[in-house]
T-cell receptor, first 110, second 116 residues
Framework: DQQVKQNSPSLSVQEGRISILNCDYT??????FLWYKKYPAEGPTFLIS?????DKNEDGRFTVFLNKSAKHLSLHIVPSQPGDSAVYFC?????????FGAGTRLTVKP | DTGVSQDPRHKITKRGQNVTFRCDPI?????LYWYRQTLGQGPEFLTY????????KSRLLSDRFSAERPKGSFSTLEIQRTEQGDSAMYLC??????????????FGSGTQLSVL
């Protein structure tokens, strides 16, 4: 059962532009959402999170938006840098159960 | 290096053999998780420990899989009678286990298992 979906397997953007990665979830019990970033041959690393009581959380170039009514969240990276090229996983948590999306491979071109 | 470490990084085995992986979490973290990831998919939850207690196991974890965390520090994941479908990246993660920090997982680099 895919409770967390990332429908875009890949995204390519130009350096300096905005990257928008999307994620949808189906389980209304999820109340905490996270984005992880993964480079090749490494484990995922925590990037940014948002609680269901908020609709926006910002950390430097990274902003996560949450639309609970649509069960949708997005990660905005602005400006995008070549070092941001990685696979980004969306994750959703409802207590002890954390589910991950399949990931979106972001390529930022110089 | 104070991150999560996993050993070995790669394991090639023949079908039917047993394999064991080790994970050393960040020292002050009391939660430890095992995930499995296959190509093109996100990490799938297998099991987690709060200190030495195994609190939850996924339905994905068949009887051939067993995990231990005997002293609440390092953990081992054993797969008995391996099958080709067990080929995957096995990820270990740890977290502080308090409040929202529980959900901020710190992952190791994983053990890539190939069953021939």
């Amino acid at each position: 059962d895919q409770q967390v979906k990332q429908n875009s397997p890949s995204l390519s953007v130009q350096e300096g532009r905005i990257s928008i990665l999307n994620c949808d979830y189906t389980n209304s019990m999820f109340d905490y959402f996270l984005w992880y970033k993964k480079y090749p041959a490494e484990g995922p690393t925590f990037l940014i999170s948002i609680s269901s009581i908020k609709d926006k959380n910002e950390d430097g170039r990274f902003t996560v938006f949450l639309n609970k009514s649509a069960k949708h969240l997005s990660l905005h990276i602005v400006p995008s840098q070549p070092g941001d090229s990685a696979v980004y996983f969306c994750a959703a948590s409802g207590g002890n159960d954390m589910r991950f999306g399949a990931g979106t491979r972001l390529t930022v071109k110089p | 290096d104070t991150g999560v470490s996993q050993d070995p990084r790669h394991k090639i085995t023949k079908r039917g053999q047993n394999v064991t992986f080790r994970c050393d979490p960040i020292s002050e973290h009391n939660r430890l998780y095992w995930y499995r990831q296959t190509l093109g998919q996100g990490p799938e939850f297998l099991t987690y420990f709060q200190n030495e207690a195994q609190l939850e196991k996924s339905r994905l974890l068949s009887d051939r899989f067993s995990a231990e965390r005997p002293k609440g520090s390092f953990s081992t994941l054993e797969i008995q009678r391996t099958e080709q479908g067990d080929s995957a990246m096995y990820l270990c993660a740890s977290s502080l286990g308090r409040g929202r920090d529980t959900e901020k997982l710190f992952f190791g680099s994983g053990t890539q298992l190939s069953v021939l």
